[in-house]
C-alpha cells in the first residue's frame, strides 16, 4: 500500500492479468486504457512490455488521482476519455484493455464504449476487457450475484452485463472473439481481434 489512490483488487488481479496479456499482446506497439482508475494497472502492467506505449485514459474528474502514479511510472501522461464522447481523441492503438468498467457506467455508454473504439483500433488489434460477465442468464457464482445486487443499489444504471449482449455489441464493431479467460475471484478476461489485417 503507498500514498496514492490505491484499489487492493487491482493488487490482487494484476498478476492474473498480466499472465494473460503475455499470451496476446506480442509486439504490439501502443496500447489505449479505458477507465484507468488509481493506475495501478498501467504502473505495474505497462513495465512488463518495455515495447509497448502504455496511453492510460480516465474521466476527466478522476485524471487528478490517475496523474502522479502515471508520472511515477514515467508512462506517458493519462488523456480525457469519456466513452459517451461523440469524438474520441485518443489516436489508434493496437489494443485497448479496460477493467472493471463495463459493470459500472450504464448500459447506454456500454453501447458507445464499442460504438466508438473502432475508430481506435488498428485492423487485427485487440481489444482486452476484464471484469465478471454473467452467461446464459445465469451468474457464474453467488458472490457474484451478491455483487451485482450491491452495484444495483448503489447505482441503478450500473450491473454486471451479459456476455451474450456484450459479444454481440463487439461483433457489430467488427469484432472477434479470440478467448475468454477465466480468471480468479470469479473474474473474466475476454478478448477480441478487429477485423481486417490478422496479426501473426
Ligand atoms: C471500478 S473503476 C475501475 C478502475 C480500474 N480500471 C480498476 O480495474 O481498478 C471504473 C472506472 O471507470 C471510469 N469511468 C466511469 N465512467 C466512465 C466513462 N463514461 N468513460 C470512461 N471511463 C469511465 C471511472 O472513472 C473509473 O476509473
Redesign the pocket.
Known amino acids: 500500500m503507498d500514498a496514492l489512490p490505491y484499489?487492493q483488487?487491482?493488487e490482487n488481479n494484476k498478476r492474473p492479468i498480466l499472465a494473460v496479456l503475455q499470451q496476446h499482446l506480442g509486439d504490439a506497439a501502443s496500447l489505449l486504457e479505458?477507465?484507468?482508475?488509481?493506475g495501478?494497472?498501467a504502473e505495474f502492467l505497462a513495465g512488463h512490455f518495455p515495447g509497448l506505449r502504455w496511453q492510460s485514459s480516465?474521466?476527466a474528474a478522476?485524471l487528478p488521482a490517475l496523474r502522479p502514479r502515471i508520472a511515477r511510472a514515467g508512462l506517458p501522461a493519462p488523456i480525457a476519455?469519456?466513452?459517451?464522447a461523440s469524438a474520441w481523441r485518443c489516436g489508434s492503438h493496437d489494443a485497448i484493455f479496460?477493467?472493471?468498467?463495463l459493470h459500472?457506467?450504464g448500459a447506454g455508454?456500454v453501447e458507445r464504449f464499442f460504438s466508438g473504439l473502432g475508430a481506435h483500433l488498428n485492423p487485427g488489434g485487440l481489444l482486452l476487457i476484464y471484469g465478471p460477465f454473467r452467461y446464459r442468464n445465469a451468474y457464474t457464482s453467488e458472490s457474484n450475484a451478491h455483487f451485482d445486487r450491491w452495484l444495483k443499489q448503489r447505482d441503478a444504471a450500473s450491473g454486471i452485463r451479459d456476455f451474450e449482449w456484450v459479444n454481440s455489441l463487439a461483433e457489430a464493431a467488427g469484432l472477434s472473439l479470440v478467448q475468454d479467460h477465466p480468471m480468479p475471484a470469479n473474474n473474466q478476461l475476454l478478448v477480441w481481434r478487429m477485423g481486417g489485417q490478422l496479426a501473426p
Do not use: F, K, P, R
Open positions: 484499489s483488487a487491482c479505458i477507465g484507468a482508475g488509481t495501478q494497472h480516465d474521466i478522476n476519455l469519456d466513452v459517451d479496460s477493467a472493471n468498467v459500472i457506467v455508454s
